[in-house]
Nanobody, 122 residues
Framework: QAQLVESGGGLVQAGGSLRLSCVAS????????MGWFRQAPGKAREFVAA????????YYAQSVKGRFTISRDNTKNTLYLQMNSLIPEDTAVYYC???????????????WGQGTQVTVSS
């Protein structure tokens, strides 16, 4: 079983940047496809980005394409989300997730972190 711990969230002004990290333990990191999701107050959890086990294939939500970059370092058991040109609509709790296959569907991921808050002020 994988345990996931996110970090790197915080308060940033619109136009700024943040890099989220997700450290995995308890399993072989390279055996998992990984994803980032986010949930704003009163809204459903939504897909942000996903990456294949090897890191070769990535997917992005249309709302973040061109601004966010997902990457992974399998030697460090770590997943990243570089977020640039942040806007207030990006404010949410961000979760990393691990699953058997890369997917944009929240139901495809078996393991989840506790989340990290990202707040973008206008």
């Amino acid at each position: 079983q994988a345990q996931l711990v996110e970090s790197g969230g915080g308060l940033v002004q619109a136009g700024g940047s943040l890099r989220l990290s997700c450290v995995a333990s308890g399993g072989i990191f390279g055996n998992y496809a990984m994803g980032w999701f986010r949930q704003a107050p009163g809204k459903a959890r939504e897909f942000v980005a996903a990456i294949s086990k090897s890191g070769i294939t990535t997917y992005y939500a249309q709302s973040v394409k061109g601004r966010f970059t997902i990457s992974r370092d399998n030697t460090k058991n770590t997943l990243y989300l570089q977020m640039n040109s942040l806007i207030p609509e990006d404010t949410a709790v961000y979760y990393c997730a691990a699953g058997s296959g890369v997917s944009t569907n929240v139901l495809s991921y078996a393991y989840w972190g506790q989340g990290t808050q990202v707040t973008v002020s206008s």
